[in-house]
């Protein structure tokens, strides 16, 4: 099955009154560390780029309800390391790099759902978009 149309519906759903998305790039990703949805080749995909390392690190985290790591050595994604700015019940992350934007991270029972918003974007529309895939995936037991 591809995942790669729940990254379209996270970036629609990221839409305020006026229109304007607030999440330029989404993924899926098992917390086993899998990837769910296509990894980009290059960066002209709505699909975020993640390293196999950076997916295991995340599903690890995420997995072990322990985001020490994020907190010592930051959220690292495509390459780019990104501020740990809070938890929430173990199951929400949200990070940010000054210039780069900002990143939702939400857990259902078996993936991650990985939102980015870009620089001068509202995260909590972001949040909002990554949530109702987090959640919608947890109504189906996964």
């Known amino acids: ?6 990254v379209d519906n996270l970036i629609a759903q990221s ?3 006026s229109g304007t998305t607030h999440c330029d790039k989404a993924c899926i990703i098992g917390k086993d560390g ?3 949805t296509t990894m980009p080749t290059s960066d002209t995909s709505n699909n975020l780029k993640l390293t196999p390392e950076e997916m295991a690190n995340i599903a690890k985290c995420f997995k072990s309800k322990d985001f020490a790591a994020f907190m ?3 959220i690292y994604v495509n390459g ?3 501020q ?3 938890e929430e019940d173990s199951k929400l992350v949200l990070g940010k790099k000054k210039g780069e934007g900002s990143l939702t991270l939400q857990s259902s029972k078996t993936a991650i ?3 980015h918003c870009p620089e001068g974007g509202q995260q909590g529309n ?4 990554v949530g109702v895939i987090a959640e919608y995936l947890e109504s189906l037991s996964m």
């Open 84 to 86: 740990f700015l809070r």
């Open 1 to 6: 099955m591809s995942w790669d149309s729940y």
């Open 72 to 74: 010592s050595s930051g």
């Open 34 to 36: 899998s990837a769910w």
């Open 113 to 115: 759902v990985i939102g």
């Open 126 to 129: 972001l949040n909002k978009a």
């Open 80 to 82: 780019t390391k990104y």
């Open 15 to 17: 839409k305020d009154a």
